[in-house]
Nanobody, 115 residues
Framework: QVRLVESGGGLVQAGGSLRLTCLAS????????MGWYRQAPGKQRELVATITGGGNTNYGDSVKGRFTISRDNGKNTVYLQMNSLKPEDTAVYYC?????????WGQGTQVTVSS
């Protein structure tokens, strides 16, 4: 069993920055890739960014050039640095650790960007 706990969300003005943190605990030996997803009200959950165990990254088109995913394996932590935030980035952001059967999810952290 793996537990993922997100933190770092909040209210920020457009153009501002936030850094989200996802701390993994439990059977972390089973974790390789990690990712961030988000879900805005009335919309489907969408990919924000993923990172492999080797550090290869992938980003959703809407955040490329503004967001950066990174990880610290020694601290069992994945980060999402979000710059140049826009009101359309407002959503609940979820940490994910994919597995063959689906994967683990955190409880989410709210990010609200005011215009």
């Amino acid at each position: 069993q793996v537990r993922l706990v997100e933190s770092g969300g909040g209210l920020v003005q457009a153009g501002g920055s936030l850094r989200l943190t996802c701390l993994a605990s439990g059977s972390i030996f089973s974790i390789n890739a990690m990712g961030w997803y988000r879900q805005a009200p009335g919309k489907q959950r969408e990919l924000v960014a993923t990172i492999t165990g080797g550090g290869n990254t992938n980003y959703g088109d809407s955040v490329k050039g503004r967001f950066t995913i990174s990880r610290d394996n020694g601290k069992n932590t994945v980060y999402l640095q979000m710059n140049s935030l826009k009101p359309e980035d407002t959503a609940v952001y979820y940490c994910n650790a994919p597995q063959s059967w689906g994967g683990y999810w955190g409880q989410g952290t709210q990010v609200t960007v005011s215009s």
